[in-house]
């Protein structure tokens, strides 16, 4: 267990060992990759400035996993905000129409993560709420409504 | 297997190697980035030095030669290449001249700021329906309104509840809800949107300037090929400008009305998930440790670090203690 006194001391691990994941995260939550792209780099920049200690490489995880969600909830809503369209905007890749992720990444922000976070990444729910500021029996809820949305638009989702 | 098809896709999501190459470059640009901001307090602090010694008076013609020289050879110092301004490339806007919006923002009272607040909470209640009649009430007297209500019955009574209340009354319906439930979590988002309703404002302005000028130039215009060309310009600046309309609509409406999204849990049928007593006392020990032994690394490190100033008192304390002594030796020999 590695105790990093800041994030600028945590930077070459999380670069390394997460990158990934927080990218994962924020094309989950966006509707283009530059804004993934975006995010992923606001993420580690924050990472740097944080000056709290990371008391060890799942408490790392944890931070990168809920700035990255937060980033994205701020983008969005700043997207939606000014949603002015003066030129159609091209899709980078068309979106298949059989594709799990892409029907996860319609479901509502809460339950796409859920879904994420327990399927990808293997948390149980206990510590999806501890990631998310959310409590256990709401990420259960938050679990089975997704499979539930996840059913009715792809006919399924292997359950447990 | 959807399941084992969402690991494949999710698992082909990488990022490109010129994004991990940005990220690879930022601690260096953080560097450099600090090292020009104590670069520009230290020419403030100089500047301010040639104030005073100016003000003081040609007694300080010498130390005013040194000063100035210092403070162009800083104005002329190290420039740096140009690869890190793409990655800060909003850290670098503090140093460029404000744009028209920034420098409005700055003359914009504390008052007229734009502020748009939303609360998220998770909160556990007794009787699911008693709850949000309760909450659906006090909505009412605030003069809010539901925006969506999602409730489920399964193994978990559950519902998700988004309120409208105006925002003023933020507060007085939070109150409400934690007097009526048990509150898991809570999280209020304030957002100054200031600068994106300013640069909106502008936009609608400039845009019905250039209608104007169109409808102008559509009623002088003689052939045919002109006005088509102009009134499909003018197409376009309408269909902007009832965006640019909306936009601005909208953010007047999250301003106005706070969104209160509840997410909420009946407790009874969640008494069953509860975990075990040994796993709880094994948690709570677990806590209690890592406290205990996070207390004394800290302290560690305080005391170590701390040394020099230990040091430092420790040698007043002998000299004050030495001087103390041969006072008393003084007295005692008179």
Redesign the interface.
């Known amino acids: 267990m590695t105790?990093f006194a800041k994030g600028?001391d945590a930077?070459?691990y999380a670069?390394k060992e997460y990158?990934?994941t927080v990218?994962?995260i924020a094309?989950h939550n966006t509707s283009c990759i530059a804004d993934a792209?975006d995010i992923?780099?606001d993420v580690?920049?924050k990472l740097?400035e944080h000056s709290k200690p990371l008391?060890s490489e799942e408490h790392l995880k944890a931070w990168l996993i809920r700035t990255t969600v937060n980033l994205c909830r701020?983008n969005y809503?700043?997207t939606s905000?000014?949603?002015?369209?003066?030129e159609p905007v091209s899709a980078e890749e068309p979106a298949h129409e059989d594709?799990?992720?892409e029907a996860?990444k319609s479901l509502p922000e809460?339950y796409r993560n859920t879904i994420?976070l327990h399927?990808?990444e293997g948390y149980t729910a206990k510590e999806i709420g501890d990631i998310l500021?959310?409590?256990?029996?709401?990420v259960?809820?938050w679990l089975?409504?997704g499979r539930t949305a996840?059913k009715e638009m792809?006919?399924?989702?292997?359950d447990e | 297997m959807s399941k084992e098809q969402y690991i494949r896709e999710t698992d082909s999501i990488v990022p490109s190697p010129e994004l991990k190459e940005k990220l690879s470059k930022l601690p260096e640009a953080k560097k450099k980035n600090r090292k020009k901001k104590s670069t520009r307090y230290a020419i403030i602090a100089l500047a301010a030095c040639l104030v005073f010694i100016i003000i003081a008076g040609p007694a300080s013609n010498t130390m005013l030669s040194t000063i100035t020289n210092k403070t162009n050879s800083l104005i002329d110092g190290p420039s740096y290449s140009s690869s890190s301004s793409d990655n800060y490339a909003k850290d670098e806007s503090e140093s460029t001249p404000a744009s028209p919006a920034e420098s409005g923002i700055s003359s914009i009272n504390i008052d007229d700021r734009k502020i748009i607040k939303e609360a998220r909470m998770s909160v556990e209640v007794k009787v699911l329906d008693d709850f949000i009649k309760t909450v659906k009430d006090e909505v009412r007297k605030c003069e809010g309104y539901v925006s969506s209500e999602d409730k489920y019955i399964d193994e978990s009574s559950s519902c998700d509840l988004v309120v409208n209340v105006p925002a003023d009354k933020l507060d007085a319906i939070i109150d409400v809800i934690e007097a009526n439930c048990k509150v898991t979590s809570q999280h209020i988002d304030t957002d100054d949107v200031s600068s994106e309703y300013i640069d909106t404002e502008s936009q609608i302005k400039s845009l019905e300037a250039e209608q104007e000028t169109l409808l102008k130039l559509i009623e002088k215009a003689d052939d045919l090929d002109s006005i088509i060309k102009l009134q499909d310009r003018l197409s376009g600046i309408r269909s902007d400008l009832e965006s640019y309309k909306s936009a601005k609509k909208l953010m007047e409406n999250q301003i106005q009305y706070s969104s209160v999204s509840i997410d909420i849990d009946e407790t009874e049928k969640i008494v069953k998930n509860d975990e075990s007593f040994s796993a709880q006392v094994k948690e709570k020990f677990t806590k209690n440790l890592y406290s205990v032994g996070n207390f004394f690394r800290e302290f560690a490190i305080g005391f170590i670090g701390g040394i020099p100033y230990l040091v430092v008192l420790a040698a007043i304390a002998a000299i004050v203690i030495v001087i103390a002594k041969k006072t008393k030796k003084k007295k005692e020999t008179k």
């Open positions: 105790f600028e930077f070459s670069f990158t990934n990218y994962r094309v792209e992923t780099q580690f920049t740097l008391r701020d809503k700043k905000r000014l949603n002015v369209v003066s594709s799990v992720l996860v809460n994420y399927y990808y500021e959310a409590n256990h029996a709401t259960l809820s089975s409504r996840l792809i006919g399924g989702f292997d």
